[in-house]
């Protein structure tokens, strides 16, 4: 028993191996041939096994090698280059297609009005060389032989508009010709001469519009349906004028029975004692007068309709203003609720953006003042400018030419450090100024190395992240005070701490 169920889950395991295994393969085809597979309809779709035969048949056949690889197991890298042959195939049949469709555009509109005929159906044959026609104008185009592929066109164009004209003529004038040679099995011809000739003149009055004018479809088609009509006629009088046991006056009796029941229904008894003309113009008098009957009847249920449809939009419009009315009553009440309501809203979003307001420039002062408290004023002044915040250190200075911070300074930095700390979010410029002296080029690189000096200072004490802390130097572009004293040139020659505190 034991070893049954082993054999048994062993078999589970055998089969589930197998169906994950075919997932996979299914999903590797699927990934490699189901864009040139789409590709490839796509150009057959524009006709490309015409215009470009040679190309699309190599990429057919490079395709159908690639895929037959991939069912006997070779090597995806071998499979995935001859898909790439494919592809360079499949590029060069889109130029082609472009080149042929310009060159070979009449010879493509015929074949649209051949197939828009049903000339592939009702008459493959030329159709069918017409397409071989257009195959080797496509092939001529694909060599570069411009004067061969105009040839070839010329003769499908010619091939497809004969293959158009058949095909109308076997569709439109067909039943009718079938009618024509059904009447002259039976000698229609011979007993019912006018009749069929009739028949006849009419086919021949469709063919011969048709020939003017292969467009003249609608015009043949009802001369055509005319002429299978006399064609019928004609067989059924036939028919009628074999029968032996009929003598001339049966014949004449047999109409006269049929317009009598004609004539009953129109209200009244024909009279066959007169010429046969009197009870025909009886009967037509009779059909006047009711088709004047029925004019008159469907004048009065026209102007009922109207009266109805009157009274019915005059009903629908007051209905509609009533309506009208009751929304506007509805909307100005809602209005003037959404109002009210509005601008209670606002008042109270008001009332919390000043409050939020004055807790933020609280937060903000209070911030500053303690910034402020850090630093004595002989070491650094604090000012505001809008949303900046600038700390110029006073107190701290540099050997002349030289970006070196001292040690005595380090305390400085430190209480930098700390007001830094306030702002662990904002953007930083360290900002480093000289006075004019000396030359401007040397002044600008010595306050960036001196600029650059402080932020390596506070990166290296981890005061701030190196992505918001920035150095730029200046040199004697911003004074703040007037270079001509000693005190200001001491005061422009300065390091200033510029936070971004919006």
Same mark, same amino acid.
């Given at each position: 028993m034991m070893r049954r169920t082993r054999a048994l889950c062993i078999g589970c395991?055998?089969?589930?191996?197998?169906?994950?295994?075919?997932?996979?393969?299914?999903?590797?085809?699927?990934?490699?041939?189901?864009?040139?597979?789409?590709? !490839? +309809?796509?150009?057959?779709?524009?006709?490309? $096994?015409?215009? /470009? &035969?040679?190309? %699309?048949?190599? *990429?057919? #056949? =490079?395709?159908?090698?690639?895929?037959?690889?991939?069912?006997?197991?070779?090597?995806?890298?071998?499979i995935r280059k001859r898909l790439s042959e494919m592809s360079d195939r499949m590029q060069k049949i889109e130029l082609t297609l472009w080149n042929g469709k310009t060159l070979l555009q009449e010879t493509l509109k015929a074949r649209e009005d051949a197939l828009a005929a049903m000339a592939s159906e009702v008459?493959?044959?030329?159709?069918?060389?017409?397409?071989?026609?257009?195959?080797?104008?496509?092939?001529?185009?694909?060599?570069?032989?411009?004067?061969?592929?105009?040839?070839?066109?010329?003769?499908?164009?010619?091939?497809?508009?004969?293959?158009?004209?058949?095909?109308?003529?076997?569709?439109?004038?067909?039943?009718?010709?079938?009618? !024509? +040679?059904?009447?002259?099995?039976?000698?229609? $011809?011979?007993? /019912? &001469?006018?009749? %069929?000739?009739? *028949?006849? #003149? =009419?086919?021949?009055?469709?063919?011969?519009?048709?020939?003017?004018?292969?467009?003249?479809?609608a015009e043949a088609t009802s001369k055509a349906e005319q002429a299978g009509y006399e064609a019928r006629h004609a067989v059924q009088l036939s028919r009628f004028l074999k029968d032996k046991k009929r003598s001339g006056e049966d014949i004449a009796l047999y109409y006269e029975e049929a317009m009598n029941a004609v004539a009953k229904a129109l209200g009244f008894t024909a009279a066959f004692d007169t010429a046969l003309v009197k009870p025909t113009q009886n009967m037509i008098a009779a059909i006047k007068s009711l088709k004047e009957e029925r004019s008159s009847l469907l004048q009065d249920v026209k102007e009922l309709n109207a009266e109805i449809t009157r009274l019915q939009q005059e009903l629908a419009a007051a209905e509609k203003q009533y309506r009208q009315q009751i929304a506007a009553l509805q909307t100005k009440a809602e209005d003037q609720q959404q109002a009210f309501q509005q601008k209670q809203a606002d008042l109270q979003d008001e009332l919390q953006r000043k409050q939020l307001e004055l807790e933020a420039k609280k937060k903000r002062e209070a911030k500053i003042a303690k910034v402020r408290e850090i630093f004595s004023p002989a070491e650094a002044s604090v000012l505001l400018d809008g949303n900046r915040l600038?700390?110029?250190?006073?107190?701290?200075?540099?050997?002349?030419?030289?970006?070196?911070?001292?040690?005595?300074?380090?305390?400085?930095?430190?209480?930098?450090?700390?007001?830094?700390?306030?702002?662990?979010?904002?953007?930083?410029?360290?900002?480093?100024?000289?006075?004019?002296?000396?030359?401007?080029?040397?002044?600008?690189?010595?306050?960036?190395?001196?600029?650059?000096?402080?932020?390596?200072?506070?990166?290296?004490?981890?005061?701030?992240?190196?992505?918001?802390?920035?150095?730029?130097?200046?040199?004697?572009?911003?004074?703040?005070?007037?270079?001509?004293?000693?005190?200001?040139?001491?005061?422009?020659?300065?390091?200033?701490?510029?936070?971004?505190?919006?």
């Open positions: 395991l055998l089969s589930a191996t197998a169906m994950g295994v075919y997932a996979q393969t299914n999903e590797l085809h699927d990934l490699l041939f189901s864009e040139p597979a789409q590709k !490839l +309809a796509d150009l057959k779709r524009q006709d490309a $096994d015409l215009l /470009a &035969p040679v190309s %699309f048949s190599e *990429a057919a #056949a =490079l395709y159908d090698k690639a895929v037959d690889e991939f069912r006997k197991g070779r090597e995806v890298a071998q008459n493959a044959g030329e159709f069918n060389k017409a397409e071989a026609s257009l195959r080797e104008a496509g092939a001529a185009v694909e060599s570069g032989d411009t004067n061969k592929a105009r040839q070839r066109a010329a003769e499908a164009a010619a091939r497809y508009r004969d293959a158009e004209l058949n095909a109308i003529k076997i569709s439109a004038i067909g039943p009718a010709r079938d009618a !024509l +040679a059904a009447a002259a099995k039976t000698e229609t $011809d011979r007993v /019912a &001469p006018k009749t %069929f000739a009739s *028949a006849k #003149a =009419l086919l021949t009055l469709a063919e011969e519009t048709l020939n003017s004018n292969r467009y003249a479809v600038i700390i110029r250190l006073l107190g701290l200075s540099f050997p002349v030419g030289k970006s070196i911070i001292q040690p005595e300074y380090f305390s400085l930095l430190a209480k930098l450090e700390r007001a830094l700390r306030e702002y662990p979010d904002s953007r930083v410029i360290i900002e480093g100024h000289t006075d004019n002296v000396g030359e401007e080029r040397f002044n600008e690189r010595l306050s960036s190395w001196r600029a650059d000096a402080v932020r390596s200072y506070l990166l290296a004490n981890a005061a701030a992240s190196a992505d918001k802390l920035e150095a730029i130097g200046y040199g004697e572009a911003r004074p703040v005070a007037n270079n001509e004293t000693a005190e200001g040139r001491r005061l422009n020659r300065r390091i200033d701490i510029v936070i971004d505190i919006q």
